[in-house]
């Protein structure tokens, strides 16, 4: 009888954030197709308990191990041994052993690793003969030589430029010796094709969905405590560099903009952990910054806008597919729609710049019929091509275990 083995980054309970949402449902969809062993880490203790306590049910077996890396050792770690810094950082010496004994026992006959920090737990050819996948999402070392272009100062360009070098190479070297790549969009599997050399046959999409069930405005939600004006809402992990860059940008050059036309316009950051520098960012007229709350549905819901000017963006952003779910009319900058199936214009707006985005989201707060409508055709362009199901059954196909 088959049985899967799933390689996990971040242990996937709760899908409270992208990674974790695309894992999860990937996760369930594995478990349809056959008995599922889970070898995962955590950040921390807290998330491995609740990991474990909701997936132990429904796996063959479960690992959790709590990673304990900090960034300054993976950095001199990966520095001396030539690794990426990536996989420094979600090295268990603890997880390879128990990865190690299960290919041993011989009862695991397929492989999925989640997240490219995971293919340092995958075997050799020459010790397992299964069919394996290998789902980087996006291609992580386009993100580093982003990051490397945009910051100049030292020593972190230096980190970032090679980081974007070691695991670009790391990232091509793994995908020839799989069966095949993932990414979560079309543009991020041609991108890494190029960069590879490999095939279609070899490095396709497999793209995310969202469960319209759940993120549905015709559900009933507490009403949010965000004072009194037109509010444009943004929702994500506030520790990310991207997202953290993104509010600064829009707190600071983009909301007065939009005060000077509408004075009582509020901005919501919305999401866990946000860094000293997101919460400084309240003292700002018009900021609110919630940190974690336990659902982002009603800050949503309550939404006028929901705006995601990120100025770097990999793969497809849950963030918009949730609030397009939701009903929410939505300005995102080019770099955050890209890889999303929907209409400029039609199904939300794309802005760039300070002046372009402001002008976006006030002409979404004058027009609060026009802004209704947008958000009603998001939403049905959400049900009609981003169910899970839909998106996620090329799984089976790929590891040859369709139902």
């Not at 959790?64 to 420094?88: F, W, Y």
């Not at 994500?236 to 903009?257: C, E, H, K, S, T």
């Not at 890889?339 to 402001?358: F, K, N």
Request: charged share 20%; glycine share 6%; net charge neutral.
């Amino acid at each position: 009888m088959p049985e899967i083995l799933f390689l996990v980054h971040r242990a996937p309970w709760p899908p409270d954030r992208g990674d974790r949402i695309r894992s999860w449902h990937m996760f369930e969809a594995l478990a349809k197709l056959a008995p599922v062993h889970v070898a995962a880490l955590a950040d921390n203790a807290d998330d491995a308990a609740a990991a474990r306590a909701k997936m132990a049910p429904l796996c063959k077996s479960l690992v959790i191990e709590v990673r304990k890396a900090s960034r300054p050792q993976a950095l001199a770690q990966a520095v001396l041994t030539g690794d990426p810094v990536s996989n420094r950082l979600f090295r268990s010496a603890a997880l390879a052993r128990h990865v190690g004994g299960l290919i041993r026992h011989g009862h695991v006959s397929h492989i999925v690793a989640f997240s490219g920090q995971m293919a340092q737990y995958l075997p050799l050819r020459s010790h397992f003969s299964g069919l394996v996948l290998m789902d980087f999402v996006d291609v992580d070392s386009a993100k580093f030589a982003t990051y490397a272009e945009q910051d100049q100062r030292q020593p972190l360009h230096w980190v970032h430029q090679r980081e974007a070098r070691v695991l670009g190479a790391y990232e091509a070297a793994v995908a020839a010796r799989v069966d095949a790549s993932l990414f979560v969009s079309e543009a991020e599997a041609t991108l890494f094709r190029g960069r590879s050399g490999l095939g279609a046959d070899k490095a396709r999409a497999v793209e995310n969905g969202i469960d319209t069930d759940r993120f549905d405005p015709s559900l009933i939600f507490d009403p949010v405590d965000a004072g009194a004006g037109p509010l444009a809402v943004f929702t994500g992990q506030m520790d990310y560099r991207p997202n953290i860059d993104a509010v600064r940008w829009f707190a600071a050059d983009i909301l007065p903009l939009i005060r000077q036309q509408h004075p009582a316009a509020r901005f919501a950051i919305v999401g866990r952990a946000p860094s000293d520098e997101v919460r400084a960012l309240a003292k700002l007229p018009g900021v609110i910054v919630t940190g974690e709350v336990p659902d982002v549905r009603p800050w949503l819901a309550a939404a006028d806008a929901v705006v995601a000017p990120l100025l770097l963006a990999r793969g497809v952003q849950n963030k918009l597919l949730e609030a397009m779910a939701m009903a929410r009319p939505v300005v995102a900058s080019a770099a955050a729609a890209t890889g999303i199936d929907a209409t400029p214009g039609e199904h939300l707006l794309v802005a760039d710049g300070t002046a372009a985005m402001a002008d976006a989201v006030g002409a979404l707060f004058d027009d609060p019929t026009a802004a209704a409508a947008m958000g009603q055709a998001a939403r049905a362009q959400m049900i009609a091509r981003y169910g899970w199901d839909a998106r996620l059954a090329p799984l089976g196909e790929l590891l040859g275990l369709s139902t």
